[in-house]
């Protein structure tokens, strides 16, 4: 079993930046693949951005060159680093976990946080 927390989210200008962090229960951690999805109102859940087990990511082409996701698994810990904030990455975002490494596809995901709102105003 895994839990997930994610802090960091906020009200933003266009431009500006945010740092999410997830902290993770478990003596495992590092034995999952890690991602961010992110949620706007009325909208399906979409993925933003993956690490695998010790190293390897992927992003989402909306965020690549914007976001840049990390992990630490001497503190449980996994980050999404956001910069260049837009209007448009207004979302919840959301922390999993997956037994099957690192993926773009939110099934493959066993466990996820509550969310974290990220507001960007224009």
């Known amino acids: 079993q895994v839990q997930l927390v994610e802090s960091g989210g906020g009200l933003v200008q266009a431009g500006g930046s945010l740092r999410l962090s997830c902290a993770a229960s478990g003596r495992t951690f590092s034995s999952y693949g890690m991602g961010w999805f992110r949620q706007a109102a009325g909208k399906e859940r979409e993925f933003v951005a993956t690490?695998?087990?010790?190293?390897?990511?992927y992003y989402a082409d909306s965020v690549k060159g914007r976001f840049t996701i990390s992990r630490d698994n001497n503190r449980n810990t996994v980050s999404l680093q956001m910069n260049s904030l837009k209007p448009e990455d207004t979302a919840t975002y959301y922390c999993?976990?997956?037994?099957?490494?690192?993926?773009?596809?939110?099934?493959?995901?066993?466990?996820w946080g509550q969310g974290t709102q990220v507001t960007v105003s224009s």
């Open positions: 690490i695998g087990r010790s190293d390897g990511t």
């Open positions: 999993a976990a997956s037994r099957g490494g690192w993926s773009r596809a939110r099934y493959d995901y066993d466990y």
